[in-house]
T-cell receptor, first 111, second 115 residues
């Protein structure tokens, strides 16, 4: 069965801390891995990774994929209260129109 | 572009009632999806469509129906509401090039309570 596992399920940090969120996967015919941020409403797209070892960055957020070990990490440096959200990891499979989502990591950043 | 829009935002149903959740996208995406999200459970795929006239079941289709008569619209129908259908429902769409669909764009969600 295809599965995506995120860890930790929840995390509480203080402003300014650096956090690392993990996503491991076991899927057939892997094509790409996507990260989403979900605040109060709809998930919003952050990154899509298809190649191993290439880091994607957007401001304080960065992500990297390891296709050999079947995982990805999402790093957030100098966290702010506005980073508080659920972070979702999803995997796209070749030949499939669907994404397989993990359960998400709930990040709380306290002032 | 409005992106993906959903109506209503909130709804309370009594057990056994029916309703339709509306979803419209103006990005000319061919792929559309319906998910439900329960607390702590991530997103579960209910139904999806790869184009007008084509729909298929996802992970949790029981109790729901869909249709896709146009590229823009993908309504989700609940025929006999049950308390287990209390959830937040998200519609999403994506474009597709060779190799499959790309990132999905989500609507704002509909919070449904069945009592």
């Amino acid at each position: 069965e295809d599965k995506v596992v995120q860890s930790p399920l929840s995390l509480v940090v203080h402003e300014g801390d650096t956090v690392t969120l993990n996503c491991s996967y076991e899927v057939t015919n892997f094509r790409s891995l996507l990260w989403y941020k979900q605040e109060k409403k709809a998930p919003t797209f952050l990154f899509m990774l298809t190649s191993s070892g290439i880091e994607k960055k957007s401001g304080r957020l960065s992500s990297i994929l390891d296709k050999k070990e079947l995982f990805s990490i999402l790093n957030i440096t100098a966290t702010q209260t506005g980073d508080s959200a659920i972070y979702l990891c999803a995997v796209a499979q070749g030949g499939s129109e669907k994404l397989v989502f993990g359960k998400g990591t709930k990040l709380t950043v306290n002032p | 572009n409005a992106g993906v829009t959903q109506t209503p935002k909130f709804r309370i149903l009594k057990i056994g009632q029916s309703m339709t959740l509306q979803c419209t996208q103006d990005m000319n995406h061919n792929y559309m999806y319906w998910y439900r999200q329960d607390p702590g459970m991530g997103l579960k795929l209910i139904y999806y469509s790869v184009g007008a006239g084509i729909t298929d079941k996802g992970e949790v289709p029981n109790g729901y129906n869909v249709s896709r008569s146009t590229t823009e619209d993908f309504p989700l129908r609940l025929e006999l509401a049950a308390p287990s259908q209390t959830s937040v429902y998200f519609c999403a769409s994506s474009y597709s090039l060779a190799g499959g669909p790309y990132e999905q764009y989500f609507g704002p969600g509909t919070r449904l309570t069945v009592t």
